[in-house]
């Protein structure tokens, strides 16, 4: 069993930053694929970004060239780094891990793994 804890969001003015992390738990996290998605209120849960096992990581189209996704082994952390920040980015923010993804990493049903979200607010 995989427990993931998000942390990092807040409140910040459009063009700001913030940096989301996301602590896993057990000692399998380099071997699974990991994402953050989001879902605003009223909205379906979106994938924003994945990051399979060697590393590759995908994004959707509207956070292109303004978030990377990464992560350390040693530290069992998934980070996204947010820049260049806008309203439509205000969301919970949720972290999903998964040891199989067999068709497209941004999608919810890929993942067995949640965390409980940490709130980004863009205004």
């Known amino acids: 069993h995989v427990q993931l804890v998000e942390s990092g969001g807040g409140s910040v003015q459009a063009g700001g930053s913030l940096r989301l992390s996301c602590v896993t738990s057990?000692?399998?996290?380099?071997?699974?694929?990991m994402a953050w998605f989001r879902q605003a209120p009223g909205k379906e849960r979106e994938g924003v970004a994945a990051?399979?096992?060697?590393?590759?990581?995908t994004y959707t189209y509207a956070v292109q060239g303004r978030f990377t996704i990464s992560k350390d082994n040693a530290k069992n952390t998934l980070y996204l780094q947010m820049n260049s920040l806008k309203p439509e980015d205000s969301a919970m923010y949720y972290c999903?891990?998964?040891?199989?993804?067999?068709?497209?990493?941004?999608?919810?049903?890929?993942?067995?793994?949640w965390g409980q979200g940490t709130q980004v607010t863009v205004s």
């Open positions: 057990g000692d399998t996290f380099s071997s699974y694929y």
């Open positions: 999903a891990a998964d040891a199989v993804v067999t068709q497209d990493p941004l999608l919810t049903d890929e993942y067995d793994y």
């Open positions: 990051i399979d096992t060697a590393g590759s990581a």
